[in-house]
T-cell receptor, first 114, second 117 residues
């Protein structure tokens, strides 16, 4: 069985400071990991994904994430937050074994202060 | 490229009534997903189609929920009868070919917000 835990329900940063959104996963097989962003009144959009290639994955809008198998983590980072980054972020795990059901975390709300 | 379309955007019904949601995926996408997103939670997969066949419906409450994808294109999700706890946003997503389902990027529609009174 697979699962994903987003360690923070809310993260608050000032504009121009680094962003760290934490995600830990559990998977019995080789996982694929995704980060999606949901802006208010907009559909979910893919930020980046890991599918067993390079462990450091670069996404859109300056975000990146590193797959660390030993720590079962896939944390999302950005060097400098922008006001437009304020949104809900979801970490998703999907594995190759038997079930392909994408499992979403509960989400982390990113708040960016001017 | 047109995105995933969903209708209606909002729906308010009384408990025990029935309701249906419609989804039109991105043209050429073989795989279609329906999710339920309750306020404050992440989306939960209800059913996954590849073309017009069901890949997974293990989390679909089959006593009241049903879904179909005729001709492998658009899809409808129905709730009959609705309960208060069905109040949620229902999201539809599609992905390209479904050959490697675990690696597929999903493209989401705007969702249908359902309120059951």
């Amino acid at each position: 069985a697979q699962s994903v835990t987003q360690l923070d329900s809310h993260v608050s940063v000032s504009e121009g400071t680094p962003v760290l959104l934490r995600c830990n996963y559990s998977s019995s097989y080789s996982p694929s990991l995704f980060w999606y962003v949901q802006h208010p009144n907009k559909g979910l959009q893919l930020l980046l994904k890991y599918t067993s290639a390079a462990t450091l994955v670069k996404g859109i809008n300056g975000f990146e994430a590193e797959f660390k198998k030993s720590e079962t983590s896939f944390h999302l980072t950005k060097p400098s937050a922008h006001m437009s980054d304020a949104a809900e972020y979801f970490c998703v795990v999907s594995d190759l074994g038997g079930s392909y059901i994408p499992t979403f975390g509960r989400g982390t709300s990113l708040i960016v202060h001017p | 490229e047109a995105g995933v379309a969903q209708s209606p955007r909002y729906k308010i019904i009384e408990k025990r009534q029935s309701v249906a949601f419609w989804c039109n995926p991105i043209s050429g996408h073989a795989t279609l997903y329906w999710y339920q997103q309750i306020l404050g939670q992440g989306p939960k997969l209800l059913i996954q189609f590849q073309n017009n066949g069901v890949v997974d419906d293990s989390q679909l409450p089959k006593d009241r929920f049903s879904a179909e994808r005729l001709k492998g294109v658009d899809s409808t999700l129905k709730i009959q009868p609705a309960k208060l706890e069905d109040s949620a946003v229902y999201l539809c997503a599609s992905s390209l070919d479904g050959q490697r389902l675990s690696r597929e990027t999903q493209y989401f529609g705007p969702g249908t917000r359902l309120l059951v009174l």
